[in-house]
């Protein structure tokens, strides 16, 4: 195995990853139900958002904090409860997964490092107990 070197190591994890993600029993029907996402929309904008974070290419656009907190709205809509910490813990446990699978080095590392990191932040910005 190698490390994540490049754009199209950033697609395979991205790609991968959200495969998982569909089919996952806790989270695949946020994705596929509630948010009703456009993958071919949606993937290619994790693409540059992972780009960004991983190589610091300035390709994302965006606020992912606008972006959750919009998820919030449309889920406590839908259900009556917004994203719960196991959804994070979920997410976080398919995405290092995922990074274990594919890759191993230290942009690997990184991936998963900032990945908790982002997780926490953004539950401390959505107020999830």
């Given amino acids: 195995m190698t490390d994540i070197s490049g754009f199209d190591d950033i697609k395979k994890l991205v790609d991968t990853f959200y495969e998982h993600l569909q089919r996952d029993e806790r989270l695949g029907h ?4 509630v ?3 456009s993958w071919d929309e949606h993937l290619p904008v994790m693409y540059k958002f992972w780009t960004t974070v991983l190589f610091s290419e300035p390709a994302y656009k965006g ?3 606008v972006v959750h907190e919009n ?6 809509s839908a259900s009556g409860s917004g994203i719960q910490r196991q959804d994070f813990e ?8 995922t990074v ?9 590392d990184r991936a998963k ?16 107990p």
């Fill in 100 to 108: 274990a699978e594919l890759f191993v080095g230290p942009i690997a």
């Fill in 35 to 37: 948010m009703e996402l």
């Fill in 113 to 128: 490092y900032t990945s908790a990191q982002i997780a926490s932040n953004l539950m401390f910005a959505l107020a999830v």
């Fill in 71 to 76: 998820v919030q709205s449309m889920l406590r």
């Fill in 63 to 65: 606020n992912p904090r």
């Fill in 90 to 97: 979920r997410w976080l446990e398919l995405f290092h997964g």
């Fill in 30 to 33: 946020i994705f596929n139900d």
